[in-house]
């Protein structure tokens, strides 16, 4: 909204030109949306106390420490995200880009589809909110929708990381693509939300590679320079991940250990959906399951459980998703947590590698 509003008056005012630069905006975006937390996560958290008598129900299957460590503590704080995050888009992102709102629509929806999920688990007082087939239809549809936008702003591209010139043409399997891209981090994102604060850092990890793979991949200079697909007005995605990058950073002020909320599946599904659908804008699919290969371990350590139980009988991890493995093997939640944060953040390191690895 600044950019569209003071860029035309750069001409009279020199000091507006500032907005023109990617860097400053997103600058601009990081801060306002921690502002934003600040400010609005304290009465949201007392508010949701009031609603939530009980809290987030707490699985009876998981650990058991969680049951008397956690209960009470109320979810859905991924209002306080979503809030930071679209305020400061939309006051720094130049919102004459398709690509800006391809990525706040898949935001906002998959966290109203988290939302649902999260109201039904509180009114019932059970862990079981909407049933997975439909919520897994309704993110399918909301995915399709975006990858469809894209296909048809860009095309069907899909790059490959380290090599040079490569970019297979999907066609119109882009969109199917995409809906497995999007869902796939949606949901990944969700299984990983399982401990104070594991989650949300490696999301702003993700967020600050895919910051920068946007401004790159954006830039005609940098793009032919670093040998990827160059992707016009994806570096205005920047600024997204700056948001997400600010909003994720005033959530984790309340959801540091112990934490004072959870952010729900109106956060998880939320953040998720965002970083697949930056994934796929910037070409980059692949990459990201590098980057967020935390993600990734925790799906697959849940698909290999219940594929182990299924066909013999047996589990392979204590419990799943995996962070609740190294739980039963005696490692405190802190650790497990930074731990965790520290593979993020070599992952990250290793996904960004590939722009220049080719």
Same mark, same amino acid.
């Given at each position: 909204?600044?950019?569209?509003?003071?860029?035309?008056?750069?001409?009279?005012?020199?000091?507006?030109?500032?907005?023109?630069?990617?860097?400053?905006?997103?600058?601009?975006?990081?801060?306002?949306?921690?502002?934003?937390?600040?400010?609005?996560?304290?009465?949201?958290?007392?508010?949701?106390?009031?609603?939530?008598?009980?809290?987030?129900?707490?699985?009876?299957?998981?650990?058991?420490?969680?049951?008397?460590?956690?209960?009470?503590?109320?979810?859905?704080?991924?209002?306080?995200?979503?809030?930071?995050?679209?305020?400061?888009?939309?006051?720094?992102?130049?919102?004459?880009?398709?690509?800006?709102?391809?990525?706040?629509?898949?935001?906002?929806? $998959?966290?109203?589809?988290?939302?649902?999920?999260?109201?039904?688990?509180?009114?019932?007082?059970?862990?079981?909110?909407?049933?997975?087939?439909?919520? $897994?239809?309704?993110?399918?549809?909301?995915?399709?929708?975006?990858?469809?936008?894209?296909?048809?702003?860009?095309?069907?591209?899909?790059?490959?990381?380290?090599?040079?010139?490569?970019?297979?043409?999907?066609?119109?399997?882009?969109?199917? $693509?995409?809906?497995?891209?999007?869902?796939?981090?949606?949901?990944?994102?969700?299984?990983?939300?399982?401990?104070?604060?594991?989650?949300?850092?490696?999301?702003?990890?993700?967020?600050?590679?895919?910051?920068?793979?946007?401004?790159?991949?954006?830039?005609?200079?940098?793009?032919?320079?670093?040998?990827?697909?160059?992707?016009?007005?994806?570096?205005?995605?920047?600024?997204?991940?700056?948001?997400?990058?600010?909003?994720?950073?005033?959530?984790?002020?309340?959801?540091?250990?112990?934490?004072?909320?959870?952010?729900?599946?109106?956060?998880?599904?939320?953040?998720?959906?965002?970083?697949?659908?930056?994934?796929?804008?910037?070409?980059?699919?692949?990459?990201?399951?590098?980057?967020?290969?935390?993600?990734?371990?925790?799906?697959?350590?849940?698909?290999?459980?219940?594929?182990?139980?299924?066909?013999?009988?047996?589990?392979?991890?204590?419990?799943?998703?995996?962070?609740?493995?190294?739980?039963?093997?005696?490692?405190?939640?802190?650790?497990?947590?930074?731990?965790?944060?520290?593979?993020?953040?070599?992952?990250?390191?290793?996904?960004?590698?590939?722009?220049?690895?080719?």
């Amino acid at each position: 909204m600044l950019y569209n509003f003071l860029v035309p008056l750069a001409d009279e005012f020199q000091v507006f030109n500032l907005f023109r630069y990617l860097t400053f905006r997103t600058g601009g975006a990081v801060l306002t949306a921690l502002l934003v937390c600040f400010l609005v996560g304290p009465p949201l958290i007392r508010w949701l106390r009031a609603k939530q008598k009980k809290g987030q129900p707490i699985r009876e299957d998981g650990p058991a420490g969680h049951i008397v460590a956690k209960a009470g503590t109320p979810t859905m704080g991924g209002f306080m995200i979503l809030a930071g995050l679209s305020t400061a888009t939309l006051l720094w992102a130049d919102l004459t880009n398709p690509f800006v709102w391809v990525c706040l629509g898949v935001t906002a929806s $998959f966290g109203l589809i988290g939302f649902f999920d999260d109201y039904l688990k509180v009114t019932k007082a059970s862990p079981k909110g909407v049933p997975g087939r439909w919520k $897994f239809a309704l993110e399918c549809l909301i995915a399709g929708v975006a990858g469809y936008v894209v296909l048809s702003i860009q095309g069907g591209g899909l790059a490959v990381p380290f090599v040079n010139d490569i970019v297979a043409d999907l066609g119109v399997f882009f969109v199917a $693509f995409a809906i497995v891209v999007v869902v796939g981090t949606g949901n990944a994102v969700n299984l990983t939300d399982g401990l104070d604060g594991l989650a949300i850092m490696p999301v702003i990890i993700a967020a600050a590679a895919f910051a920068l793979i946007a401004y790159l991949v954006g830039n005609t200079v940098y793009a032919d320079y670093l040998q990827v697909p160059y992707v016009p007005g994806s570096g205005e995605l920047a600024v997204f991940c700056g948001a997400l990058i600010g909003a994720g950073l005033g959530f984790l002020w309340f959801n540091a250990p112990p934490a004072m909320v959870f952010m729900g599946d109106t956060g998880s599904l939320a953040l998720g959906g965002a970083l697949g659908a930056v994934a796929v804008v910037t070409k980059h699919e692949i990459v990201l399951a590098i980057i967020g290969g935390i993600f990734v371990l925790e799906t697959i350590s849940v698909m290999v459980q219940v594929a182990s139980f299924k066909l013999f009988g047996r589990r392979v991890f204590r419990m799943a998703p995996l962070h609740h493995h190294f739980e039963h093997l005696g490692w405190a939640e802190s650790t497990i947590v930074i731990r965790f944060w520290i593979i993020a953040l070599v992952l990250a390191l290793v996904g960004l590698s590939t722009l220049k690895l080719r």
